[in-house]
């Protein structure tokens, strides 16, 4: 049983460049979560997503935008990067009923030059 | 809004000693906390939960927590620690709708 996947691994993009990073879910699991992980950091939430719709999202500008697919896998989009966007990003799963029990992927390294 | 404060940022330990990771939240409601332990490179594992229910809970690893509600802590212990538990570990809370709310995290080094 696969846990939670990150793609890619690792990444570098320049200012005012856009980005797509992408999650798959634990088997089962219909709930995606993104974080932030600045260096030093712990993570912050960026937003939940839940039947294809954003549930709930933290304190994030604009630039930050999802979206669910119907087989629950996920991506998150960033655009206009700003150097203050490096930082590992995180996705977690979850079941909609038990979704205080979340699972982490390895996570995507984002550097912004 | 709920917050989670975890005083100490690293926490150096010989190996086989007991050690303690605090944690302190704050929230207006009833809680969900929860550890997790992220190794170098890597994402974050769940170590331990509480739901509700009895406030000792035991986790992977050897590692276990107490909710303290009068308190408001949920600290971290181990009664002899590893080589292999040097890591970042992480508290969290989760109360309501409210999203997950992490601490800043504490970095455990075992000393050999």
């Known amino acids: 049983d696969a846990g939670v996947t990150q793609s890619p691994t690792h990444l570098i993009k320049t200012r005012g460049q856009q980005v797509t990073l992408r999650c798959s879910p634990k088997?089962?699991?219909?709930?995606v979560s993104w974080y932030q992980q600045a260096l030093g950091q712990g993570p912050q939430f960026i937003f939940q997503?839940?039947?294809?719709?954003?549930?709930q999202r933290g304190n994030f500008p604009d630039r930050f935008s999802g979206h669910q697919f119907p087989n629950y896998s996920s991506e998150l989009n960033v655009n206009a990067l700003l150097l203050g966007d490096s930082a590992l990003y995180l996705c977690?799963?979850?079941?909609?009923?038990?979704?205080?029990?979340?699972?982490f992927g390895p996570g995507t390294r984002l550097l912004v030059l | 809004a709920q917050s989670v404060t975890q005083l100490d940022s690293q926490v150096p330990v010989f190996e086989e000693a007991p050690v303690e990771l605090r944690c302190n939240y704050s929230?207006?409601?009833?809680?969900?906390l929860f550890w997790y332990v992220q190794y170098p490179n890597q994402g974050l594992q769940l170590l331990l939960k509480?739901?509700?229910?009895?406030?000792l809970v035991k986790g992977i690893n050897g590692f276990e927590a107490e909710f303290n509600k009068s308190q408001t802590s949920f600290h971290l212990r181990k009664p002899s620690v590893h080589i292999s538990d040097t890591a970042e570990y992480f508290c969290?809370?989760?109360?309501?709708?409210?999203?997950?709310?992490f601490g800043t995290g504490t970095k455990l080094q075992v000393i050999p």
């Open positions: 977690a799963s979850s079941l909609a009923s038990v979704q205080e029990t979340q699972y």
């Open positions: 088997s089962g699991h219909d709930t």
């Open positions: 997503y839940y039947e294809e719709e954003e549930r």
């Open positions: 929230s207006s409601v009833s809680v969900y």
């Open positions: 509480y739901l509700s229910g009895s406030t």
């Open positions: 969290a809370v989760s109360a309501g709708d409210e999203k997950v709310t």
